[in-house]
């Protein structure tokens, strides 16, 4: 059975899903304290959504100093998987795991709503099951989720093809592409490596039939699936 | 010797700042048409013990770089207040 560690932080709100996501994916979930240093033999990580720390300094800023940040670093450096969720992805950026920041949304509103993203990048652990190119609609929850980085660094991140996901526009004109003005509209970034991803929307929050959609799913059947055919050998 | 010293922290210049475009519209909207370029970032006030004031400034210097700004997306000045207390 492959065992996915889900983090907990003071102010974390989002690790229910996250551990049912993958459980309904195939894998063993078990929580880890952020003051726990040690991941107990996880296969993989995932920092889930909310908001560690009460957003204080910057979001993420306080939460990346916790002890267990030395062996997600460490796991990461291994070259095995780590997913950040929202606040997870501004975690792993305070922490430097990741590319850039995130920001104020543009439109200064809390966004609390089904966006949909393009697949730009479907050698991740994360992706794999999905088809390039493919749209699918998740729903975001964040205030700050403006993707920023300097131009130098986004031409970059485009040319080593880091950008995982892009806001896009399904047609129908429902919602807006681009709902927090992230630079080139990029919702997920990846590491040089390929894996540690960060999103800003919530594919754990629609991962089931039973919600209207499962579009989420994949995330997380990827992740196992690549647990299986990869094992990490810890 | 104790020195009280002053953070400034403003989105870096160049980068969108949705607050301070919102602040500015507000002035704008209250008869303040002589206000623009506004930014919105923040302040922070600390004691820090020091040798001396620029060892106080460099201290400081060290704690924006690892906590207090975020080096992608922020610029920060330091101010430290003369006389510094035993």
């Excluded at chain 1, 690790?15 to 078990?30: D, L, M, N, Q």
């Excluded at chain 1, 979001?59 to 062996?71: E, F, L, N």
């Excluded at chain 2, 403003?10 to 506004?38: K, T």
């Excluded at chain 2, 001396?52 to 400081?60: D, F, G, L, T």
Aim: hydrophobic content about 40%; glycine content about 10%.
């Amino acid at each position: 059975m492959t065992r996915v560690a889900v983090v907990r932080f003071p102010g974390s709100n989002c690790e229910p899903e996250a551990c049912r996501a993958v459980e309904r994916a195939g894998g063993e979930a078990f929580y880890v304290w952020h003051r726990d240093k040690s991941l107990e033999g996880a296969d993989a990580v995932i920092l889930p959504g909310g908001f560690s720390y009460g957003d204080y300094l910057r979001s993420g800023a306080i939460a990346r100093m916790s002890p267990v940040m030395d062996a997600i670093r460490a796991h990461a450096a291994a070259g095995a998987p780590v997913l950040g969720i929202c606040n997870g992805f501004q975690i792993l950026c305070e922490a430097g795991l990741l590319p850039g920041a995130l920001t104020r949304n543009a439109g200064l509103r809390y966004l609390s709503r089904p966006v949909d993203v393009r697949i730009e990048r479907t050698t991740t652990p994360f992706t794999a099951e999905y088809r390039p190119g493919e749209v699918i609609r998740i729903p975001v929850g964040h205030g700050e989720g403006r993707f920023t980085a300097s131009d130098d660094e986004l031409d970059r991140l485009e040319s080593e093809g880091q950008v995982v996901l892009r806001y896009a526009d399904a047609g129908g004109g429902d919602y807006p592409s681009n709902p927090n003005g992230s630079a080139r509209a990029i919702a997920a970034v990846c590491n040089r490596e390929g894996n540690v991803v960060g999103m800003m929307p919530h594919p754990e929050r629609l991962a089931e039939p039973v919600l209207g959609s499962d579009a989420g799913h994949r995330v997380f059947t990827s992740l196992i699936h690549h647990l299986i055919a990869e094992p990490s050998g810890r | 010797m104790t020195w009280r010293v002053h953070v400034r922290i403003l989105p870096r210049a160049g980068l969108l700042d949705p607050q301070g475009q919102a602040v500015e519209h507000a002035l704008s909207a209250l008869h303040f048409p002589e206000a623009s370029n506004v930014h919105v970032g923040k302040a922070i006030a600390l004691d820090v013990a020091a040798p001396s004031a620029a060892a106080a400034e460099a201290s400081v210097r060290a704690m924006c770089e690892k906590l207090l700004a975020n080096p992608v997306t922020e610029d920060y000045e330091i101010a430290v207040e003369s006389g510094g207390r035993a």
